[in-house]
């Protein structure tokens, strides 16, 4: 499947949100990173809680903010979002290249952000030291796109590296036990 395919018109911030909602935003994306900023956008989030658009702003708030759990949890939530809106059923664990082609005919955007928020939790596990937990996914999305073209080949070749480290460091720490 090629993920760069760009005849597709519909994404995620083409969505219209309202008038009222395009201010809210608007005046968070002014006031940022003051904490007003957030307590729109947890408005925003309260009457949308579905729209792309205000959880990518959600996700970036966190990230940018260094709240990596509260961007992970956002990202989970994209997820689930994007894959309710190509009528995927299934999570990210047991989907296959066949049910992701399902999404085709509904939006190719939708399938890139589908597997851009796939990949953003699971670089936001990373960062969180969770490494155990990053590797399945960077392996699926390595598995949807062997062209690598999302670039995850390198995280999941990363956290790989890191989790032998970690196993490594671990495994020494439980020799050094019986040496005593």
Known sequence: MDFLEFDDDSLYFDEPLGEEQEALLQRASECYPEPEAEQL??????????SLTVLVALYRFFYYQHRYEEALSI???AIL????????T?????????YLGQGVFVSMG???????ALKGSAYLLMRLGRIE???????????????????????????TKEQVNLNAE???NIESLFRR
């Open 41 to 50: 956008l947890d408005s925003l989030y309260a009457r949308k809680p579905e």
């Open 90 to 98: 299934m999570s990210w664990e047991r989907i296959s290249e066949q």
């Open 75 to 77: 990202a989970e939530k």
């Open 170 to 172: 671990r495994h020494g």
């Open 110 to 116: 939708l399938i890139r952000f589908y597997m851009l």
């Open 81 to 88: 979002v994007s894959a309710k809106m190509m009528g995927l």
């Open 133 to 159: 937990e990053a590797l399945p996914r960077l392996g699926k999305i390595v598995e949807l796109d062997p062209a690598d073209q999302f670039g995850a080949a390198f995280l999941l070749h990363m956290a």
